[in-house]
């Protein structure tokens, strides 16, 4: 916590939070104007609660999309306009590999119960549901996890 400084709170924050609260405003009200519904899909993070170590900024910022999904879903629902947030577990990427130490990627295997990490293309199931109306015209305001179990694991 002490060592974030404001530029990394503040580039993070933009990032993560500010560009899809723009996004929602702009996609968002030409979606509800037109009257003709549609879906927005957020991407969040196993690290969006509980936190995780490590990714204190981002973790909020997360916490946050959580927050917004719901909160636009129950607002635009009305316009049948849904709002989903897919919660994406470990996938390994060039923004964090520099934090799986071999200590990290051992915890994580071990609170992961499918072992091992994810594949991106995991992740397109989940989105191509939450995209159609056919297959899921009925969520909003959901989070759905594609983590490998890791947030159902306990002590």
Known sequence: ?????????????????????????????????????????????????????????????????????????????????????????FFPAEQNRKLLTEERTASIMGHTPMGRFGEADELSGAVVWLASDAASSFVTGTLVRVDGGFTAMTI
């Open 1 to 89: 916590m002490f060592e974030i400084t404001r530029e990394e709170w503040d580039k993070i924050l933009a990032v993560n939070l500010t560009s899809y609260f723009l996004a929602s405003q702009i996609f968002g009200r030409r979606m509800v104007e037109q009257g003709e519904g549609g879906s927005i899909i957020n991407v969040s993070s196993a690290s969006s609660g509980p936190p995780l170590s490590k990714v204190f900024t981002y973790g909020i910022t997360k916490a946050g999309i959580n927050n917004m999904t719901q909160f636009l879903a129950r607002e635009w629902a009305p316009h049948k306009v849904r709002v989903n947030a897919i919660a994406p577990g």
